[in-house]
């Protein structure tokens, strides 16, 4: 497992650029016409542009690259012990991943990298590197300067696991890929942005995490025994009740209507106390991608929290999940999880 050290130029900073696959390294499979994963060299032999940074680069590859729709813990735990194992030697990570699932990597990452004083940033692209129009090369360019960025004090200017996309830099777990065509595919709905790049870079250093203490304490453990259901107008009491009986399951991700409001079915409400009594933790978030969940606003959302489902605040789906198998993995006390959940761990909600 040990990367290569590429003969693009030296100094400065150095960075770990990790190629895991998606649309940015893919070609077109001349018999199906479909998109495939293609080889890294072939990537970077598209980005001459590389050996211009003032910036030592060494790379890293999966084998074989995957299209993100096949991420899994599993590869979240490798790509937490790539970074870990290689982290004295690094001053920043650059992930290139496919778009499809990068919010769930970028949150998984920001849980498992408990106490990171290094940058981590994930991107991809929406057009493959080769690609006259692509958006790949801004985005990998713009990421390694980023990645790179130091204070001059000489630490990191972005401390934090960030997506970079189409010129802005977001918290990883407060993104949401929010378009299948457009470059901008994502974004932080309700947390501002670390930066924007437009001529210049600019850092919008207020609502960039201090870190308190320097030694990284990577956690490997993800327990994925965590369901996400969204209500609609006519759910049906037999499926509810079937997946609050599963019997390992340990937590629920519920989306909701609007401020976390949920129709005020008594079997529903009793099918959740159940499930609190049984010690699942369930978790609400809502449906919309903007605005908080207020369970106290209307009575539909105040019964929710007297059958002991917990406010997801701000939060995104993506973090929500990747929470509970972090948090699962790392205390078997659902008392635990409830009380973490309760509290923002890395910036990815607002209590
Ligand atoms: N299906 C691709 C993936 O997520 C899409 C992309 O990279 O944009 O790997």
Not at 37 to 63: G, K, M
Not at 217 to 235: A, E, T
Request: glycine fraction near 8%; charge should be negative.
């Amino acid at each position: 497992m040990k990367p290569q050290i590429s003969n693009l130029k030296p100094q400065i900073s150095k960075i770990l650029l990790i190629y895991t696959g998606g649309t940015i390294g893919m070609n077109h499979n001349p018999q199906t016409g479909a998109l495939e994963p293609f080889d890294f060299e072939h990537l970077l032999s598209r980005v001459p542009e590389l050996t211009q940074f003032q910036t030592e680069i060494a790379t890293y590859q999966f084998n074989p690259p995957i299209d993100s729709s096949d991420m899994s813990p599993k590869l979240w735990t490798e790509l937490a012990h790539i970074i870990a194992d290689h982290y004295e030697e690094y001053d920043g990570f650059v992930i290139l991943h496919g778009t499809d699932t990068m919010a769930y990597t970028a949150s998984a990452l920001s849980f498992m990298l408990e106490n990171l004083t290094k940058p981590v940033i994930l991107t991809g692209s929406q057009l493959p590197i080769g690609q006259l129009r692509t958006d790949g090369k801004e985005n990998l360019i713009t990421s390694i300067e980023i990645a790179a960025a130091r204070r001059q004090d000489g630490t990191a200017m972005v401390p934090e696991v960030g997506i970079y996309f189409n010129g802005h830099l977001m918290r990883g777990n407060r993104t949401t890929k929010q378009s299948a065509d457009e470059f901008d595919a994502f974004e932080s709905f309700n947390y501002p942005h670390l930066a924007d790049a437009g001529v210049e870079i600019t850092y919008h250093d207020e609502f960039i995490l201090k870190p308190q203490t320097s030694n990284l304490k990577p956690q490997f453990r993800l327990d994925n025994n965590v369901i996400i259901f969204s209500l609609f107008p006519g759910i049906r009491e037999d499926l509810i009740r079937h997946i609050i009986a599963t019997p390992n399951l340990r937590a629920i991700v519920m989306r909701t209507f609007g401020s976390g409001n949920a129709p005020q079915s008594p079997w529903l409400l009793s099918a959740l106390r159940e499930g609190t009594r049984r010690g699942k933790v369930i978790i609400n978030i809502s449906q919309c991608l903007q605005g908080c969940v207020e369970m106290g606003r209307y009575d539909t959302g105040y019964q929710l929290q007297e059958a002991g489902v917990i406010s997801g605040y701000d939060g995104t789906v993506e973090a929500a999940v990747t929470k509970l198998m972090y948090l699962q993995g790392k205390y078997d006390d659902p008392e635990l999880v409830r009380k973490f959940m309760k509290q923002s761990i890395c910036g990815e909600i607002t209590v």
